[in-house]
C-alpha cells in the first residue's frame, strides 16, 4: 500500500471490506483523515486496574479475569429473537458475570481458562449486578498496546477492536496535515500543533498529552465556530452604507421620565446599549432578561436616545395584546415628549393610511405593532433603532425585514439601524453565544426591588381537589387563575396521550365547579381574533380563570394573576414551566405556581425539584440544557453551522469565552483573512461554513 495520507480512502486500509466501508460511511468516515476527526467518545485507562471485588456499581473500571464458565440460555424476555452469552469471569478477590446479546459467536472467544483485561461498569439488570456488554481484549495483547485505549462510537457490525486498529493505522497520515492555525493563537493559547493532537487525541501516551490535545481540538473546533459567525456578521455590515449616528446620551436622561429608577442591572445594559449605539458599527444587541426583570425600561431608554437623535424607532412585538400593552405603556410614559403610533393587522384601511403617512413623514417618532410593521408599505423617514420583543417568537425573515427598513427605506446605500433584540426566554451563556454568535449580549439579572417570589410547589393528582378549592379561595380573594393543560382535547386513541388532561375537559370541569364566575378556554385552534378576545378579556379582569394550552402570551402582563396551576407537569420542558410561571408573580400580591404530576421518572422529578428550588431562569436554562442537550433546544445544526466534535458548550464554557475574544482580535486585524499567517485558517473557516448562509440574527 502506499503511503498513507488524509485523503486516502478507507478501504485501502487493510480489514476494511466494501461492507466495512459502507458502516464506516454511514458513521460520515470515508478516508484516512476523517478517521483521524472521528475522535474517541472516551477511554479506557489501563493502568488503574482494578479488581473484581472492588468494582463499584455504575463506576467504568477495567480489571483482568479469567473466564470460569460460559453459558447461554434464550432471554424469555426477547422472545426467542436474543441469546444472550452469560460470561462467569473471576479473579482472586471474586467473581462476576457479563452478559453479551445477541451475540453468540463470541463462545469461540469466551473459552475457560482465559483471561482478559474486562472495562465496563457494573449494572443492576433485573435484581442483579452484572457487566453489560464490557469492552474486553486479550490480556496478553494489551500490555503490548496503549496505557490509554481509545473507545469510538460505533455502529451496530462494527467492532470497538476493529476500529482502533483502523485508527491506529490511519495515524501516520496526521503528519501529512499542515498547521492552519494562526501563529498568533498558537503562541497565544500554546497551542500543540495539529499533528501531534490527531496522534494523541487516538493513543496518548500518558494524560498529560490527552489533555493538551483535546484542549488544542476544542479551542480550535470554537475558534473556527467563532470566526466563522462573525464573518457573518462583519459580511452583512459592510452590506450596507453607513450607519445612524446617535448622540451621546446618558441613560440618566431617560430614567427622570420613569417612575422608579433603574435596577443596577438595568442601568448598567442600558450603558452597554448606549456605548453600541454611539459606537462607529450598527447595534447587533440581545438582552435577555427573566419575565419581570424591566426589559421594556431598558428598551424605552434606547428608543428615547435615538428620537432624540433625529431618527424613529420601532419596536415589533408577537402578538396584538402584547404590541397594545406595550403601547398603552410607553405612550403614557413618553406623553407629550415624543409621538407614539401603533400598528396592528386589525387596523381600518384609513386609519392605517394615515398612520403610515405620518411615519413616512416623519411626524411619528416611534412606531409599535405585530409583524403588520414589517408589511411593504411601511416606510419610515429615518429609521435608527429596531427592536424585537420576544425574538423567538418571530422567524427569521421577519426580524431581517423589519431591520431592512433602515433610514432611506431600505434602498441599496440606506444605512443599517441598530438592532435591539429582547428576550426573556433564557439561553444559558454557553449556548447563547452559538445561537446568536453574532450578536452581543447583555443580561439583565436582577429583578426590580419588592418583587415577592413566586411559591412553587408540586402535588400528585390525588391532591388536586385541593388544588382547585385554592385556586377558589384565591378567586374569592380577588385573584384570577391560569390553569393549563397539555392538550386541547382528550385523546384516549393515542398511547402518548392516553390519560393526558385536555384545555377542554378542564374547562368544562371548572366551570361546573365555579358557578358563579367567569371561566374561559384559549387554544392555539382558534382564531387569532378570537384568542386576542379571551385573552384580552382577562388581562381586563373579565375572567377568573383562563384554561389554556401553552399558547398564552408570553409577555403578556395581568398583575392581577396569583394562581398557575400546570396539569400533567411532566410534559413540560424545564424551560416552558419557568416561562409559564413568569405569567404569575407581577403584581403586588403573593402569587403561587402549583405542579400536578403523577409521573414519578428521574426526569420528571428533578424538573420538579428544580422548579420548586429555584426561580432563577438562567440556573433553570442551564439546568435545562444539561438534561436535554444542545442540539434539541435549539436546534443550531439546522443553520448549516459546523458540527461540534469535541468541544461540548455546556461544559467549555471558559474556552468559548477565550475563543470568542481571539476571534474577534484576529478579524480585527485581519477581517477578510488574508495575511499569509491567517490565510490557512481563513481557507479552513470558509471550508467548513461553506453551507451556512445566514444564521438569521
Ligand atoms: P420584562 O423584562 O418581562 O419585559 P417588564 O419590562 O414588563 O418586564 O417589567 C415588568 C414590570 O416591572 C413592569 O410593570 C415594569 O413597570 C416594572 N419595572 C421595570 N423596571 C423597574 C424598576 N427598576 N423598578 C420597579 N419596577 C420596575
Ligand atoms: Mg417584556
Not at 460505533?154 to 501516520?172: F, I, T, Y
Not at 425574538?391 to 431581517?400: A, D, E, P, S
Amino acid at each position: 500500500m502506499p503511503e498513507i495520507s488524509p485523503e486516502t480512502d478507507v478501504r485501502f486500509i487493510s480489514g476494511v471490506g466494501p461492507k466495512k466501508a459502507a458502516l464506516l460511511g454511514a458513521l460520515g468516515i470515508a478516508t484516512a483523515g476523517d478517521l483521524l476527526r472521528a475522535y474517541p467518545r472516551t477511554y479506557e485507562d489501563r493502568r488503574n486496574r482494578t479488581t473484581i471485588g472492588a468494582l463499584k456499581e455504575n463506576e467504568p473500571a477495567a480489571f483482568v479475569g479469567k473466564v470460569l464458565s460460559v453459558s447461554s440460555k434464550p432471554a424469555y424476555y426477547a422472545k426467542g429473537k436474543m441469546t444472550p452469552l452469560h460470561v462467569l469471569v473471576g479473579d482472586d478477590t471474586g467473581a462476576v458475570e457479563a452478559v453479551f446479546f445477541n451475540a453468540k459467536y463470541m463462545h469461540r472467544i469466551f473459552t475457560a481458562g482465559r483471561s482478559f483485561v474486562f472495562f465496563g461498569a457494573l449494572q443492576r439488570n433485573r435484581g442483579q449486578l452484572q457487566l453489560v456488554h464490557p469492552d474486553f481484549e486479550a490480556a496478553d495483547a494489551v500490555d503490548a498496546g496503549h496505557p490509554i485505549v481509545p473507545v469510538y462510537a460505533l455502529k451496530s457490525g462494527l467492532a470497538q477492536k476493529d476500529m482502533r486498529r483502523w485508527h491506529e493505522v490511519a495515524l501516520p497520515a496526521a503528519d501529512q496535515i499542515e498547521e492552519y492555525l494562526p501563529p498568533r493563537v498558537m503562541d497565544g493559547e500554546k497551542l500543540c500543533g495539529v499533528s501531534e493532537a490527531l496522534v494523541n487525541i487516538h493513543f496518548p501516551e500518558d494524560k498529560n498529552a490527552l489533555s493538551q490535545a483535546k484542549y488544542r481540538l476544542v479551542f480550535e473546533e470554537l475558534l473556527i465556530l467563532q470566526t466563522g459567525l462573525l464573518r457573518l456578521r462583519i459580511g452583512r455590515e459592510s452590506e450596507h452604507g453607513g450607519r445612524a449616528k446617535m448622540a451621546e446620551t446618558t441613560a440618566s436622561d431617560f430614567e427622570s421620565l420613569l417612575p422608579f429608577p433603574f435596577t443596577g442591572a438595568q442601568k448598567r445594559v442600558c450603558g452597554e446599549v448606549f456605548a453600541d449605539m454611539a459606537s462607529g458599527s450598527p447595534m447587533n444587541r440581545l438582552v435577555q432578561g427573566d419575565v419581570g426583570s424591566g426589559k421594556t425600561a431598558v428598551a424605552a431608554a434606547a428608543v428615547y436616545k435615538a428620537v432624540k437623535s433625529g431618527y424613529q424607532a420601532v419596536l415589533m412585538a408577537p402578538t396584538e395584546i402584547l404590541a397594545g400593552q406595550h403601547f398603552g405603556d410607553l405612550s403614557a410614559l413618553f406623553d407629550g415628549k415624543l409621538s407614539v403610533s401603533l400598528f396592528t393587522s386589525g387596523m381600518a384601511a384609513a386609519e392605517r393610511r394615515e398612520a403610515l403617512a405620518r411615519l413616512s413623514s416623519g411626524e411619528t417618532d416611534f412606531a409599535i405593532g405585530t409583524h403588520a410593521l414589517i408589511q411593504p408599505d411601511v416606510k419610515f423617514r429615518d429609521l435608527g433603532l429596531v427592536i424585537t420583543d420576544e425574538q423567538h417568537r418571530f422567524g427569521v425573515n421577519q426580524r431581517i425585514a423589519l431591520a431592512r427598513k433602515g433610514a432611506g427605506g431600505g434602498g441599496a446605500g440606506a444605512s443599517s439601524p441598530d438592532v435591539l433584540v429582547m428576550t426573556a426566554t433564557p439561553i444559558p451563556r454557553s449556548l447563547s453565544f452559538v445561537v446568536y454568535g453574532d450578536l452581543d449580549i447583555s443580561v439583565i439579572d436582577e429583578m426590580p426591588p419588592g418583587r415577592r417570589k413566586v411559591v412553587t410547589k408540586a402535588v400528585g393528582a390525588a391532591k388536586r381537589d385541593d388544588v382547585y378549592g385554592f385556586v377558589g379561595r384565591e378567586i374569592e380573594k380577588g385573584g384570577q387563575a391560569y390553569v393549563v393543560a397539555p392538550l386541547i382535547e382528550d385523546n384516549e386513541d393515542s398511547e402518548v396521550t392516553a390519560g393526558l388532561r385536555s384545555a377542554e375537559s378542564l374547562y368544562d370541569e371548572l366551570t361546573a365547579r365555579f358557578p358563579g364566575r367567569r371561566v374561559a378556554l384559549l387554544h392555539g385552534r382558534m382564531k387569532q381574533a378570537e384568542k386576542d378576545a379571551v385573552m384580552a378579556s382577562f388581562a381586563d379582569g373579565g375572567t377568573d380563570v383562563l384554561v389554556s394550552t401553552v399558547v398564552i402570551e408570553v409577555g403578556v402582563n395581568v398583575p392581577n394573576a396569583t394562581v398557575m396551576v400546570i396539569e400533567n407537569a411532566e410534559r413540560f420542558g424545564l424551560a416552558q414551566l419557568h416561562q409559564l410561571r413568569g405569567r404569575v408573580g407581577r403584581g403586588g400580591a403573593q402569587s403561587y405556581c402549583v405542579l400536578v404530576t403523577d409521573s414519578d421518572s428521574e426526569d420528571a422529578r428533578a424538573r420538579a425539584k428544580t422548579m420548586t428550588e429555584t426561580d432563577d431562569g438562567f440556573a433553570i436554562a442551564e439546568m435545562d440544557l444539561a438534561m436535554r442537550g444542545p442540539g434539541e433546544l435549539f436546534g443550531v445544526r439546522q443553520h448549516g453551522v459546523p458540527a461540534l466534535r469535541i468541544a461540548d458548550l455546556a461544559r467549555h464554557i471558559r474556552i468559548a469565552e477565550k475563543a470568542k475574544a481571539a476571534a474577534k482580535e484576529l478579524l480585527a486585524d485581519d477581517p477578510m483573512l488574508v495575511k499569509p499567517a491567517n490565510r490557512a485558517f481563513g481557507d479552513h473557516v470558509d471550508s467548513l461554513f461553506r453551507d451556512v448562509t445566514d444564521i438569521g440574527l
